[in-house]
């Protein structure tokens, strides 16, 4: 209960801040424009952040959190180097499409200027997944003796851009479901790289 | 002659506004800093944009209109369904990496405030683009008779994913050359969505 409750505003702050971040841009949202958002005095906003600087890294940081939690630790439960990729694919776009999360989770792909030291840090994590992504598509590979000329680099990024690009076009009234999207791209992938 | 001399200024404006846009991002960017970096008067830029709105704009139509000019209307030429699929992947990465261009490209892949109407022109020709790729997939899937499973529309997503995330991690001087991401890229989606 304590730690809830010491972290939830947080979490409120962060999502509040995203969605005006890409509402109205970055650079045109103040530290006023957040603490009004959420009917906070000024006070109370820095007493949870310093900076704008600071609130886009926790941002980006609570995205690769996100990652981690709803993505890797599931995956690397689960047995099997093929149920794994498959397991990885479906739930990487559920965090994509999710509605929630998406106000934070498309911040990673904006490139908006943060302190070389803080960008460092959320470039290192994003470097981290990709790793584990290609790992993962090379065990599948072994594991199937695939023939492919395809390299799990090549793979883990192609598998990445259709899967992250998901926001760019996903409208959740549209033809493809969710699950739609699911299923057909694990089909792609799996014939495409790693048949 | 005629012509170039007056197209010129225009399309060095549109990719030092792009390339301010990205430094310093948009909404920090003003009229006066563009002229400042083109060493023109405030008034010299006014005559040929006369808003940030109007800068805007010109770069993402010149990406659509770059897009149009060394991709669909090259492909247009090429004879054969398959055929003209492998040129459109390779030629659309070799927008995507041209260094000349990646000014202006990278702008069509973010979500900056847009009049609603001048937006509307913009999407139309993003979604005319998907479309193009769409029919010639479905060409591609009909001449090979192939069993795919996978839609048209969910393999003309994927295959723009691909392609278009690449500006987030391809670097020049990094072990995957262009030549390779193209080869690659190809063997994924011939054999993930065509196959």
Redesign the interface.
């Known amino acids: 209960m304590h730690r809830e409750t010491t972290i939830e505003p947080r979490q409120e702050i962060l999502r509040t801040a995203a969605r005006l971040f ?1 509402q ?5 949202t103040s530290m006023n424009d957040v603490a009004a958002a959420l009917r906070l005095s000024k006070g109370g906003l820095y007493h949870h952040f310093q900076s704008k600087d600071e609130i886009l890294f926790h941002i980006l940081s609570h995205a690769m959190d996100i990652t981690e939690e709803r993505v890797i630790n599931v995956v690397r439960k689960v047995e099997g180097a093929e149920q794994r990729l498959r397991t990885l694919i479906r739930l990487h776009i559920e965090v994509v499409l999710s509605a929630e999360d998406r106000e934070i989770t498309v911040m990673l ?5 943060l302190p070389p030291a803080l960008r460092r840090k959320i470039n290192a994590r994003k470097k981290d997944y ?1 790793h584990f992504v290609e790992n993962l598509i090379a065990d599948v590979q072994r594991q199937r003796s695939s023939l ?4 799990p ?3 883990a ?2 598998l ?7 926001y ?2 996903y409208k959740p009234e549209g ?2 479901t969710g699950a ?2 699911v299923q ?2 694990t ?7 790693a ?1």
Do not use: C, K
């Open positions: 890409q109205q841009g970055y650079d045109a792909h904006e490139n908006h200027p990709v492919s000329p395809v390299t680099r090549a793979a990024f192609a990445l851009g259709m899967i992250n690009w998901l760019q076009w033809a493809l739609d999207i057909q791209f089909e792609i992938f799996f014939r495409g790289a048949g």
